[in-house]
């Protein structure tokens, strides 16, 4: 929690189907926001799902990001 305060973190990501409680449980207590991110350890095959997902990644991320630019700004 001291480097988060110490850095200002306003994002904090966690793994998609991974056990996230601790950082629900900190970004809630720090007020920070919460985002998960997919690490395509687990999915399909498929050449495409690779694009999806980092599609998918990149519009979390983008978000994230917008939020914590509207609020410093």
């Not at 305060?5 to 056990?19: C, H, I, L, M, N």
């Not at 629900?24 to 720090?30: A, E, M, R």
């Not at 498929?46 to 990149?58: A, E, G, H, I, S």
Request: no cysteine; net charge negative; hydrophobic share 35%.
């Amino acid at each position: 929690m001291t480097v988060v305060k110490r850095y200002k973190v306003k994002a904090v990501f966690g793994e998609t189907g991974g056990d996230n409680k601790l950082l629900q449980n900190l970004s809630s207590d720090l007020n920070v926001t919460l985002g998960s991110l997919d690490s395509l350890e687990f999915g399909s095959q498929d050449p495409q799902y690779y694009f999806t997902v980092m599609k998918t990644n990149l519009h979390t991320l983008d978000t994230a990001f917008h939020e914590v630019w509207s609020l410093l700004h």
